[in-house]
């Protein structure tokens, strides 16, 4: 929890009046504990608000308006936790509505930044190139991968309209979120728009980096996904019948780089 003081005076009509002054909610928390509440390190988050900073300082007539730090601490914690805002605005001393607009705030400006250094990209320099398939080979083995596939369900409150087709297997409401990421643990492509019942495949062939890859616009490579995707000269998927030593390390080394990438205990931290 963060520290406070408490400052006690006498307003212009002589009421008592008694301020809150926050302290840098980092200031008590260790290096682990800070990557633990808002998946990044210290050093990630200085740089977050360096690159954000100047889009979260707006005119208030609030005597202690919250600083950059204090809005985009509030909204990583709701962005890894996705609990109550109240629980968001308890945990840093605000009000709900405070913890609404600083995660609004937060949102809105990583949104319109031009900075490279937030933007989800897909390797397609001959630098890049080399250096993502450089690390994902040192993963397990497997050469000229560009990136880790996968889905995920991301829960969401049920729609008023087309209702059942946000139903996902799981048996609750959610959007099929598809991700491709890299050794560093970073997303280079994301595609967030189909309803939890949508199958992965299905999601693949419809984005814009599936049917780049299926145009032949795209770098030499791999992607890996599981066997929910269809095998493709670009998208290797697990052998389903091994017959031989070299289909088992073909497997062992196509699941061992998707399980770094995305079962990983380990954080992701800003390069």
């Known amino acids: 929890m963060a520290a406070y003081l408490l400052l006690v005076g006498r307003g212009r009509n002589g009421r008592r009046v ?3 002054r926050r302290s840098d909610p980092l200031d008590s ?3 682990e504990e800070v990557v633990s509440r808002y998946r990044l390190n210290r050093r990630g988050i200085q740089k977050l608000v360096q690159l954000i900073g100047g889009g979260l300082e707006r005119p208030t007539k609030r005597s202690k308006a919250l600083t950059p730090l204090q809005q985009v601490l509030t909204a990583l914690r709701f962005f890894a936790t996705g609990t109550f805002q109240s629980a968001i605005g308890d945990l840093h001393g605000i009000s709900q509505p405070a913890a609404s607009r600083a995660i609004s705030a937060v949102a809105a400006a990583i949104a ?3 900075d490279p250094e937030l933007a989800v990209s897909f390797p397609h320099d001959p630098v890049d190139v080399r250096r993502t398939q450089q690390e994902l080979f040192r993963v397990a083995g497997f050469p000229r991968v560009l990136g880790c596939l996968d889905g995920t369900m991301v829960p969401i409150l049920a729609p008023h309209d087309d209702e059942y087709l946000y139903v996902c297997r ?3 409401h959610a959007i099929n979120v598809q991700a491709v990421c890299d050794a560093r643990l970073l997303f280079t492509n994301v595609v967030c728009q189909f309803p939890g019942s949508t199958h992965d495949s299905f999601i693949w062939r419809q984005s814009g980096l599936g049917t ?4 032949g616009d795209m770098p030499s490579g791999f992607i890996l996904g599981d066997s929910a995707y ?3 000269p670009w998208l290797m998927t ?3 019948h091994v017959a031989s030593t070299a289909d088992a390390a073909y497997n062992a080394a196509h699941m061992k780089t998707p399980i770094f990438v995305f079962k990983s205990k ?4 800003y390069e």
Do not use: C, M
Request: aromatic letters at 8%.
């Open 230 to 232: 269809v095998l493709r």
């Open 18 to 20: 008694v301020a809150q």
């Open 29 to 31: 928390l260790t290096d």
């Open 170 to 172: 799981k048996g609750y």
């Open 112 to 114: 319109a930044s031009d």
């Open 212 to 215: 780049a890859f299926e145009s």
């Open 238 to 240: 697990p052998k389903l």
């Open 266 to 269: 380990r954080p992701t931290k």
